[in-house]
Nanobody, 124 residues
Framework: QVHVAESGGGLVQVGGSLRLSCAVPGRTISDYTVGWFRRAPGKDREFVSGFSRSGRTIIYDDSARGRFTISRDGAENMVYLQMNSLKLEDTALYYC?????????????????WGQGTQVTVSS
């Protein structure tokens, strides 16, 4: 069992920024391919971004591309999701998920372990 822990959510105004963090306590994050997903109220879970364990493959959903940046810090043993120019529609519970696969996928079924989520609320 792999424990996944997200942090960094909060309340921010439209146009603001937040940085989410994902950790796998007791393990090395670079051993995993990491994906970020979100679930907005009344909507299905959707893919946001993914980072391969090699670091060579990064993917974004169209809604995130150009505003969000996924990255990994080996020294901190974290994967980050930097979210800029936040919009009201970015309000959601954001989940980090990890997989032993080589490349990230937008398919939630290809991730093995999930965190509990961190709430991001964008207000006007």
């Amino acid at each position: 069992q792999v424990h996944v822990a997200e942090s960094g959510g909060g309340l921010v105004q439209v146009g603001g920024s937040l940085r989410l963090s994902c950790a796998v306590p007791g393990r090395t994050i670079s051993d995993y391919t990491v994906g970020w997903f979100r679930r907005a109220p009344g909507k299905d879970r959707e893919f946001v971004s993914g980072f391969s364990r090699s670091g060579r493959t990064i993917i974004y959903d169209d809604s995130a591309r150009g505003r969000f940046t996924i990255s990994r810090d080996g020294a901190e043993n974290m994967v980050y999701l930097q979210m800029n120019s936040l919009k009201l529609e970015d309000t959601a519970l954001y989940y980090c998920a990890v997989s032993g696969r080589v490349v990230p996928s937008s398919n939630a079924n290809e991730y093995d372990y999930w965190g509990q989520g961190t709430q991001v609320t964008v207000s006007s």
